[in-house]
């Protein structure tokens, strides 16, 4: 995003500022992924859901208030453990995405602490349950959430699109048109760089969990060897009025360490924007 405001308002912030405050959708993100490598001999799969309920607060000249909380039917234990939900963020015309209720999360973060027996020397810390996990007290971390779920963003044909990494920007196409909306994609090149210093902060992590300690620096030059081609499709589903309703990714990962066999990885996360069910 670009580091300041812009005073242009384009059709997809009209939209944004047409929104009406109090509306309530579920964001419901689904993520499939399937790996095998080149001779067969090996396969795998996967599957998770993640939802959260995105509330228009207020609807300003300048921008958009939403606030993001737990989905309906969470259980206490459920609030517990996302000590971050609710929490509110403003998202400006252009530029960054901002915080607004850091301080009220701060004094969530100690409670949430000593409800699981931990004091503030964990944070930062990895630890392992069913996955990998690190402890985090940062209340600026509820951002990563919000980008996580943004359906908020300008899509139009020509419109220059990046997806995180992925090497640059290229212009999404509208793809087909009718009565209930219309569809843009863009295909992009993976960042293979970016993908081995991902490896390699993983490979960091398990170290620490394992107590088999592993620098940044030597995670890193093992990952230096590893071939890595891959592409990612995004499509957006747009409804009659131009909103966006759905995200699609497909990414399709060719990966090969040396000596070992190539793995190919196919991951498609969709993320679904629909009305807030209603008890």
Same mark, same amino acid.
């Given at each position: !995003?670009?580091?300041?405001?812009? +005073? ?14 109090? %509306? ?9 992924? #399937? ?31 939403l606030e993001y909380d737990n989905p309906s039917g969470s259980t206490d234990d459920d609030r517990a453990? *996302? ?9 400006? $015309?252009? %530029?960054?995405?901002?915080?607004? *209720? ?5 004094? $969530? =973060? ?20 069913? &996955? ?11 951002? =990563? ?9 300008? +899509? ?28 843009? &994609? ?7 760089? #970016? ?18 300690? +592993? ?10 060897? !590893? ?10 589903? &747009? ?5 966006? $309703? ?12 040396? %000596? ?6 196919? &991951? ?7 009305? =807030?069910?209603?008890?």
């Amino acid at each position: !995003m670009p580091p300041h405001l812009s +005073v242009a308002i384009t059709p997809v912030v009209a939209l944004l500022l047409a929104q009406p405050a109090g %509306g309530t959708y579920e964001l419901r993100l689904e993520r499939t992924s #399937a790996e095998k490598t080149a001779d067969d001999k090996s396969t795998s799969s996967s599957f998770d859901r993640d939802t959260v309920l995105e509330r228009v607060v207020a609807v300003r000249d300048d921008g958009i208030e939403l606030e993001y909380d737990n989905p309906s039917g969470s259980t206490d234990d459920d609030r517990a453990r *996302n000590w971050l939900l609710p929490f509110r963020v403003f998202r400006p $015309r252009a %530029g960054p995405t901002l915080l607004l *209720n850091a301080d009220e999360l701060a004094s $969530r =973060a100690d409670p949430w602490l000593k409800r699981f027996k931990m004091t503030r020397a964990a944070c930062g810390q990895w630890g392992f349950s069913w &996955t990998a996990y690190k402890v985090d007290c940062d209340p600026q971390s509820a951002l =990563a959430i919000a980008e996580r779920f943004d359906l908020w963003g300008d +899509v139009g044909d020509g419109v220059p699109y990046r997806y995180p990494g992925t090497l640059a920007a290229s212009p999404l196409h509208r793809v087909a048109i009718g009565p209930e909306g219309s569809r843009y &994609t863009v295909d992009l090149a993976i960042d293979a760089d #970016a993908y081995r210093r991902e490896r390699a902060d993983a490979d960091v992590a398990i170290g620490t969990i394992m107590r088999k300690p +592993v620098t940044l620096a030597d995670a890193l030059r093992q990952r230096a060897a !590893m071939t890595v081609v891959g592409t990612v499709k995004v499509a957006f589903d &747009t409804d009659a009025a131009g909103r966006v $309703r759905r995200r699609t990714v497909t990414t399709t990962l060719v990966t090969r360490e040396p %000596g070992e066999t190539e793995r190919t990885t196919t &991951t498609v996360e969709t993320l679904d924007r629909l009305p =807030a069910q209603t008890k």
